[in-house]
């Protein structure tokens, strides 16, 4: 009105939506919002569109409807109103109570009051003098506290609690005579503060209720005002400052909202702080923007409309189609499922743990009672003929239980085949022995054509040889087993996994002072034994000979022959003989040494060529003509019962040392002593360890020195493999004196002897070590009087014919085509291959 009156306006309100803002003649901006009011609107009008806000708050919502723009532009005459037409304010609160009562559900209606004045919280129920001058101390301000769910509360705030419309409108009117404001040259009744009327809503009977309690505000704000315009200065300075600077926040954080920033910078001003939770995510927000219609307020309104238009940009909900929300919902779903489900399996792995434990504890405890099997192998007990006074000989030995880290574990007795149960339960002979004899038995039956040699009867032979290889994980000793009840004809390792556990076994003695994880580096490692006639060990991939792992066995018993009767006899001479095997020798004893062994004709010996590996080693390098016997402290193998000679090759494996296959042989003679000091006939053990393929096999395997008429036996019997550790000087010693007394082992200078020994019929291979318990006995127990066994070396065995040796090479290329056109691959077994060889 006054001076501009008639003159055209800059800012027209287009419509119900849109406000055209004229910048010049033929420049303009149309704004739109949700709805645009003209001068001439009624309070009705405006509250129509703020009534939705109410049901909002009253289902819950933390609700905020404010006032923003210019001084003087009508803000608090919109918000209070006048007392013949009240503003949003009383009509809010009335409508609460109104829509509360209307509700099914009671309410419980507080009410606040506050200015932020100055950037502090004035209560304004609170009657308190205004400070006259700018000297005069300020009221207490309010501090602002967040709660745990991220709710915001004014501490000492008071809220009155109100029962109906009068009692609110009285103590809002109480409030607004406490506000603070000035004369300004803008307004002669300008609010120098941002009045903020709070109404809580706690609803105790409506689940459906968003929050149980919310809140709902109210805020006239401060007018934004230029100090040019103004004029103002002192309090009035500050306070429009104060107040540009809390809207200049309220800006900050509306451009946050907006741009969905992950940081809103609520704590910049009281007021922010304040409207913190009735801003963001979950509430509701109205805005009324005031905008001056004159011309001279040009720059003010184009600020106000461009901040409405900003705050009217920002969608904090997330709103989301139905399709949406059931494809969310259906995801939710199969998660849960999913979460049960692997809950389930969580609770079943738990309980099949738990009785894991359960299993490995019993089986700790029955460790001693194991250990005390494992006993046998004592190089100082007499090995008995009957299990009986085996056992008692170990319950004499064995009474101490052995430390824990001397007990097999778990895995070295699955993998010997070992039944878990304590000895008092069980019967003398260990039921350990079962599995052994279970899978050996597969070649029991087997008809043989031609072979009249062939003896089953002598075959299954009730021997107390020492077999069944064990060995534990924690410190690589292997243990015997004495299995003189199983009925054994041939061991057959026809799995994988068997090979590799019995050519890890047989490593294992030889190397058993080299930790667990040194296993599988171990050029000892997979040491297979090929027996020409009876066994063979062909790596199953000619391809990976150089880093085989496994080969599978295959075992062909032969009828006996004519020079069976001698065997025969010096299996008999060999029962009831210790021997002990002391395979605690190292592997870096030097390729010298077994050359200077070689050389003074303890030892004769066969190198070929060697692909990578140039330091060979001395175990298992030796073909042992004749039988040995030697008695080791270290570690034994005792043979007993040994029913016939025989000859073994030995295909070893070496993951390290690539083709062409190494093949060492070495003959040693020896002459068995019986106890009295006599010499015995003397035996031929031929054992030739070679890593093999095909192609060696072919080509290199038959190269050794053994006699042919050895070769040509083809006699299977019982086998005893043992290996001896024995120094260098002793060798050479006893070589240059006539027999050689196996005694105490250096540990430097260790030498490995292999030999196999085999009787008539077919039996498996009979292992017998000692265990780790029974090693540090030795240790301990070791004298320089104990009788030591003796190794007396003859020479070379009688030769075979040429015939013999063709015949073999003949099998051997059969075999080696067999399994070089994959025959091996279709799973056939010994049987199968035997038939061919026949
Ligand atoms: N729509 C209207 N109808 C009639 N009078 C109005 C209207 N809007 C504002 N006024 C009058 O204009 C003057 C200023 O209004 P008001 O105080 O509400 O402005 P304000 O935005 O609150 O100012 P400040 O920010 O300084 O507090 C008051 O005298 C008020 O009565």
Not at 26 to 47: A, C, L, M, T, W
Not at 260 to 267: D, V
Not at 424 to 441: L, Y
Request: proline share 5%.
């Amino acid at each position: 009105m006054g001076e501009n009156f008639g003159r055209p306006r800059p800012v027209v309100a287009l419509d119900s939506s849109g406000v055209l803002l004229k910048f010049a003649e033929n420049r303009s901006k149309i704004y739109s919002f949700d709805r645009v009011f003209h001068p001439g609107s009624s309070q009705d009008e405006i509250f129509l569109e703020v009534e939705p806000v109410i049901k909002s708050a009253l289902d819950g919502y933390n609700a905020c409807i404010f006032a923003y723009g210019q001084t003087g532009t009508g803000k608090t005459f919109t918000m209070e109103g006048t007392p013949d037409c009240p503003g949003v304010v009383p009509r809010t609160i009335e409508a609460v109570f109104k829509q509360a009562s209307d509700s099914n559900h009671t309410f419980l209606l507080g009410f606040s009051m506050l200015e932020i004045y100055l950037g502090h919280l004035k209560d304004l129920l609170v009657p308190h003098p205004h400070p006259a001058k700018p000297t005069d101390p300020m009221s207490p301000c309010l501090s602002i506290q967040t709660g745990p769910q991220g709710e915001i509360e004014i501490e000492n705030l008071v809220t009155i609690q109100v029962n109906d419309f009068q009692q609110a409108i009285r103590l809002y009117r109480l409030g607004c005579r406490f506000r603070s404001t000035a004369s300004t040259n803008s307004n002669k009744s300008s609010s120098r503060s941002h009045c903020m009327i709070r109404i809580s809503m706690t609803c105790l009977d409506a689940a459906e209720r968003r929050r149980v309690t919310n809140k709902m505000w109210m805020v006239d704000l401060g007018g934004s005002e230029r100090v040019l315009k103004t004029k103002a200065w002192g309090r009035r300075l500050e306070e429009g400052k104060a107040i540009n600077l809390s809207l200049s926040a309220l800006g900050d954080v509306i451009n946050a909202l907006q741009r969905k920033r992950h940081h809103i910078p609520y704590r910049n001003s009281k007021l922010t702080q304040v409207l913190k939770d009735s801003l963001g995510e979950d509430s509701k927000t109205l805005m009324l923007v005031h905008a001056s219609p004159q011309e001279e307020d040009l720059c003010e309104t184009l600020c106000s409309l461009n901040f409405a238009t900003r705050v009217r940009s920002i969608h904090l909900g997330h709103e989301e189609s139905t399709e949406a929300r059931v494809k969310k919902e259906v995801a939710m779903t199969n998660l849960q499922q999913t979460m049960k489900q692997i809950e389930d399996e969580r609770y079943e792995v738990r309980r099949e743990i738990k009785k894991l434990n359960d299993k490995l504890e019993n089986l700790t405890r029955i460790a001693p009672s194991s250990s005390e099997q494992q006993g046998v192998s004592h190089p100082f007990i007499e090995v008995p003929q009957s299990n009986t006074e085996a056992v008692k000989k170990i319950g004499n030995v064995t009474a101490t239980p052995l430390p824990r880290f001397m007990r097999a574990t778990i895995c070295s007795r699955q993998k010997s085949g070992i039944d878990h149960q304590t000895s008092e339960e069980k019967d003398p002979v260990p039921a350990r022995r079962r599995k052994p004899s279970s899978h050996r038995a597969e070649s029991v039956t087997f008809p043989i054509k031609n072979m009249s040699g062939y003896n089953s009867e002598s075959s299954i032979s009730r021997t107390s040889c020492l077999v069944g290889l064990k060995y534990s994980a924690d410190n690589e000793t292997e243990y015997s087993q004495d299995i003189s009840e199983c009925d054994i004809k041939m061991i057959v390792f026809p799995e994988r996994d068997k090979s590799l556990r019995s050519s890890s076994h047989q490593s294992g003695h030889i190397s058993h002072r080299e930790g667990y994880g040194n296993r599988n580096t171990n050029k000892f490692n997979s040491p297979k034994f090929l027996k020409i006639n009876n066994w063979l060990h062909l790596h199953k991939d000619a391809s990976n000979a150089s880093t085989c792992q496994s080969k599978q066995v295959i075992a062909i018993p032969t009828p006996k022959n004519k020079n069976m009767g001698n065997r025969q006899w010096v299996a008999d001479n060999l029962h009831d003989e210790k021997r002990h095997d002391y395979e605690s020798a190292k592997r870096k004893i030097k390729y010298d040494r077994i050359k200077e062994l070689a050389d003074v004709g303890v030892a004769g010996w066969f190198i070929s060529e060697r692909a990578t590996d140039t330091t060979p080693t001395v175990s298992n390098d030796f073909v042992n003509e004749n039988s040995i016997s030697p008695f080791s402290t270290s570690e034994s193998i005792i043979m007993t019962q040994v029913q016939g000679p025989v000859y073994d090759l030995s295909i070893k494996d070496n993951k390290r040392t690539s083709t062409p296959p190494d093949t060492r042989c070495s003959r040693l003679n020896h002459q068995k002593k019986d106890d009295n000091g006599a010499n015995k006939r003397p035996m031929q053990v031929i054992t030739c360890e070679a890593q093999c393929s095909e192609a060696f096999m072919l080509n290199n395997s038959w190269g050794c020195s053994f006699s042919s008429s050895d070769v040509t036996n083809s006699i299977v019997g019982p086998i005893e493999d043992f290996r001896v550790s024995i120094s260098r000087s002793e060798l050479k010693s006893k070589c240059q004196e006539g027999p050689i007394k196996m005694g105490k082992t250096s540990e430097d200078e260790d030498l490995h002897v292999s030999a196999q020994h085999s009787g008539a019929g077919i039996t498996p291979r009979l292992y017998k070590l000692r265990s780790q318990r029974g090693l540090l006995m030795d240790k301990a127990n070791q004298k320089e009087d104990l009788p030591m066994p003796f190794i007396e070396f003859l020479g070379n065995a009688q030769n075979k014919g040429i015939c013999d040796l063709l015949k073999e090479k003949i099998q051997i290329l059969c075999t080696s085509a067999l399994l070089g056109l994959g025959a091996q691959s279709l799973d056939f077994g010994h049987d199968f291959f035997y038939a061919l060889m026949l």
